[in-house]
């Protein structure tokens, strides 16, 4: 597959769709090289990335329900037990963050812009390298307790998690917009012109 191809196939998968195998060292360690990649206004290598697979899938399940439980305390047992499980639903959770320099002239959106770019490129690699991926927010990618728990203490933050693993050999192809529907051809004001005349 050409590059460009690539890149026009890619689309998100639900964690719960992906399955074994997950990637190995090698391809982590591509995809993460690929997200190291991604344009770095003043040099700054603001990427972090924290792999969790095997057995620490669960830990981080218990990290999510007892984020949960704090922000929350009226949630049922049954509500964070599938909390718990949400990590469990792909073989490999890549946590992606960004070391955030405060008082860098670099403004603080440019290094999270930096990090999204990052996660962006870890995706494409994982697309290239044949595995579905998709990238999480929500409340626990968003929550300090969660962040401290898998190394990312303030001021760095954590910008979401992706899943990675199989995808189903059946998935039907994904629908996308139309190009045309979000874009516009600018040109220069009236007021502009009449001012360079």
């Not at 972090?48 to 057995?55: D, H, K, M, P, Q």
């Amino acid at each position: 597959m050409n590059p460009l191809d690539l890149l026009l196939s890619r689309r998100s998968i639900s964690p719960a769709a992906l399955g074994e195998p997950g990637p190995g060292d090698a391809d982590i360690e591509t995809m993460v090289a690929a997200a190291l990649r991604a344009p770095d206004h003043g040099g700054l290598r603001p990427w972090r990335f924290a792999i969790i697979r095997g057995e620490a899938r669960a830990r981080l399940g218990d990290v999510f329900a007892e984020a949960v439980r704090t922000r929350d305390p009226t949630w049922t047992e049954a509500l964070l037990e599938r909390e718990r499980g949400r990590p469990l639903r792909s073989p490999l959770v890549i946590a992606c963050g960004v070391r955030v320099r405060a008082e860098h002239k670099i403004p603080e959106f440019e290094q999270l812009l930096a990090a999204g770019a990052g996660a962006m490129n870890l995706l494409n690699a994982a697309h290239a390298l044949g595995y579905g991926a998709m990238w999480v927010t929500g409340p626990n990618a968003y929550d300090p307790a969660v962040a401290a728990a898998l190394g990312f203490h303030a001021p760095d933050r954590l910008v979401g998690f992706v899943y990675v693993g199989t995808p189903p050999e059946d998935m039907a192809a994904a629908e996308r917009p139309v190009p045309s529907a979000h874009m516009a051809e600018w040109t220069v004001p009236l007021s502009a012109a009449a001012a360079a005349a």
